[in-house]
C-alpha cells in the first residue's frame, strides 16, 4: 500500500513538473525577447568558462529556457517543500540540479539550517565550479526579506574563483503572487526581456569588509538588470497588489 502510494505520487509529481515545463517553454517561444549584453554570458560559453549565474527569488522562472544548450548548468534546489517539483521542472528544461538550502547568514542561523543541507549544497556548488560546470541560484533566501542578497553567494565565489554574474528575464504580461518574493509567473505571447549584468569577483582572500562590498555590489547588480528588464517591458516600478493579481 505505501508503495502504491509513493508511486503514485512520484507520477503526479512528473506529470506536473511536465506541464510546468511545457508551459515555460511555450512562454519562451511565443515571446518576443530583447536580449542586453548576451555577450556576457556567450564569452564565458566560448572559452568555456563556468560561471554563477544570481537572480532573486520570485523572479526565474524563464531563466533555464535562456541557457546555452551545450553547457552544462545545475540550479541550486531547496530539498523541502515544494523542491521535488522544481528538481522535475529542472530536469526536463535540461538542467542539473543540486538540492539543499541557501547558505546561511551567520552563525546565528546555523541551527535553523540543520537538516536542510546548507553546508552540503555549498561544498556541492563549489565542487562543481571546480569541474566546470555552471551553478544557478537565487541571491536572497527565504523567508526574506527580499532583494537582500546573503552571504552564501559571495562565499561562493570566494571559495570558487569563479564571478557571479546578476541576470534578470521578465515579460510585460504576467501574475504576481502574494508571497514573501512575490513570485511571478509570466505569461505566452508578450513582450519580455533578459538582462545580463557586469560579472563581480570576490578575491580568494577577501576580508570581511570586502566580501560585505561584494554583496552590496550583487545587490545593486540585481537591482540594476531587473529595473532595466522591467523599463524593456514598458512596465515602472510599481507598489505590489495584495493577492494574485493578472498583467
Known sequence: MAGDTKSKTETSTTLIAWLIAFFIRLVRRTGRF???RGDIAASFWAEDKPFVAATWHGQNMILPTFWHNWREMRVLVSKHGDGEIVASVMRFLGVGTIRGAGVP???ERVHKQKGKGGAGALRAMVRALGENISVGLTADLPPGPSRRAGEGIVMLARLSGRPIVPVAATTAARIQLNNWDK????LPFSRGALVWGEPIYVPRD?????LEAARLRVEDGLNSVALEAEEICGRAPRKQDKGAVAH
Open 34 to 36: 530583447e536580449v542586453r
Open 105 to 107: 547568514k551567520g552563525e
Open 183 to 186: 513570485f511571478t509567473i509570466n
Open 206 to 210: 577577501a576580508t570581511p569588509e570586502e
